[in-house]
């Protein structure tokens, strides 16, 4: 069987396309890079916004019609599959394998059977089931919790991926040392809310660590840069900074989506925290990491917010001055307590207030970009990047980098590198070796490769 999995969404599905696409491999497939040599394609699909559900609608009308001339299997995963509305798509395009969130290690009964194949339990096995290290990667995923126990009144996430479980730590632990036999250099910890590790259901569990303790043992494996997502304020303690603070292979780097900065708007969400309880955690951060880089997300437009309450938000990004931000137009989600209850508001308010925000994240981006020019940085070199003779790779606070191959460092590993220039969204620079000094380019690549490391030169 030649299998192709697309992957829309968050890490987390980036995580599970990986499990299933393990699972596949273990089962003789052959992964191929498109569906047109595929005779078995796989959506993991995503229901948090409506934009990737039409998405997927798309791209499954292009399939069915490849069914109607060739053999072709059609299977679906992920949250939309879970969903009343997903399984009518389905049905729709005629999709013969639908596995929900918890149903994923299915993919073999699904494969065997002849027949259509849908399954949508949360199975407990799933927890326990530790994937094969990614080849020859230098980062990895690895999942510490399933599932979210918040009820936010505009997210489907609870629907889909039922109610939290956290994965023991010696399931943790034992993927890690498999990630670390692998290579694997830097391990971002996945869940909806990691700061509630351990605390399923709101009541701790015994023989878990809390997520601040979870974090010095998983810095102190051997992992050279530990990063986590997402962090839930809620549930934020000032623990994790501190144990951020003293565990060096934990990143500054820090994403407390904070969604509106209207404490009217938070109360509407049900987001369980108010504008002065964010600041607070924002305060306690930069206490006990000064040069924290800090990410939030941060939904506009959702129903009922006034200009008033708009405004809030925007005085609260200059507040913490994010270094980043994911911005979203509210999407209504069916489903959701806020589709059933409260009243959309005008696409075009919605969009006008997103252009006002992003200029906002524009500017603190460069300015928290700027300081970091002149500094050396060390850098996750994944490969080559789209301009040719240069790697991409990340910073330890997740800022996307581009530098020339120079000699010594002319593949994916840990590097260091000076930032040359830097733009909102881009650092550039130069790789230097121990003593500070730039590494020499690759002499047939030199001349091109130096004139890339301007910023303008790229648009
Ligand atoms: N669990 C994380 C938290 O609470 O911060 C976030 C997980 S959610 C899948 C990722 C982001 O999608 C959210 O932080 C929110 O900004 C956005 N999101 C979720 N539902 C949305 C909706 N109905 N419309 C627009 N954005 C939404
Ligand atoms: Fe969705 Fe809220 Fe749970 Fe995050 S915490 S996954 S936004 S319900």
């Known amino acids: 069987m030649k299998a192709h999995i697309i992957t829309y969404g968050c890490q987390m599905n980036e995580y599970d396309s990986h499990l299933v696409q393990s699972q596949l491999v273990s089962l003789g497939a052959d992964m191929v890079d498109s569906i047109d040599e595929a005779d078995f394609v796989l959506l993991n699909t995503c229901a948090v916004r409506g934009k990737p559900v039409d998405k997927v609608r798309s791209v499954l009308g292009q399939l069915r019609k490849e069914k109607a001339v060739r053999p072709l299997v059609i299977g679906m995963m992920g949250c939309l599959a879970q969903l009343e509305e997903g399984q009518q798509i389905a049905r729709k395009f005629e999709v013969d394998v639908l596995l929900g969130p918890g149903s994923l290690l299915d993919i073999g009964a699904a494969l065997e059977s002849n027949e259509r194949f849908w399954s949508l339990q949360f199975k407990d096995e799933l927890h326990d089931h530790i994937p094969p290290p990614p080849v020859g990667k230098l980062q990895a995923h690895l999942t510490i919790m399933r599932g979210c126990d918040h009820h936010c009144t505009y997210c489907i996430v609870p629907t889909t991926r039922g109610p939290q479980v956290s994965r023991h730590p010696d399931q943790i632990l034992r993927e890690l040392d498999s990630l670390l036999g692998a290579g694997v250099r830097e391990v971002t910890l996945l869940g909806q809310n990691v700061n509630a590790y351990g605390f399923d259901a709101g009541a701790k569990l015994a023989g878990y660590p809390s997520f601040a303790d979870l974090l010095r043992m998983v810095g102190g494996s051997g992992i050279e840069r530990v990063k ?168 330890r606070g997740n800022h996307p980098i581009v530098v020339p191959r120079a000699i010594g460092a002319e593949g994916a590993g840990l590097y260091r590198a000076r930032v040359t220039a830097t733009t909102p969204h881009m650092f550039y620079g130069e790789l230097v070796g121990a003593d500070g000094q730039a590494l020499p380019l690759l002499p047939n690549l030199a001349p091109e490769a130096a004139g890339l490391t301007s910023p303008l030169m790229m648009v």
Not at 244 to 252: F, G, H, L, N, Q
Not at 301 to 327: C, K, N, R
Not at 338 to 357: A, G, I, M, N, W
């Open 228 to 395: 986590f997502t997402t962090s839930h304020p809620m549930n934020f303690t000032e623990d994790v900074a501190v144990a951020m603070s003293e565990t060096p292979a934990v990143c500054d780097f820090v994403h407390l989506p904070v969604q509106s900065g209207s404490d009217r708007v938070l109360r509407r969400m049900a987001r369980e925290y108010s504008r002065e309880k964010y600041l607070t955690h924002i305060g306690q951060i930069k206490k006990h990491l000064p040069d924290a880089v800090l990410a939030t997300d941060i939904i506009v437009g959702f129903p009922g917010e006034t200009e008033e309450d708009f405004q809030d938000t925007l005085s609260l990004y200059d507040e913490v001055g994010f270094d980043s931000a994911y911005m979203f137009i509210y999407s209504p989600r069916p489903g959701t307590p806020s589709y059933k209850h409260f009243q959309d508001l005008p696409r075009e308010v919605k969009t006008e207030r997103l252009q006002r925000l992003i200029v906002k994240q524009k500017e603190w981006s460069a300015r928290r970009n700027a300081r970091f020019q002149g500094t050396l940085q060390e850098v996750l070199l994944r490969g080559d990047a789209y301009s040719a003779g240069h790697l991409e790779g990340h910073t």
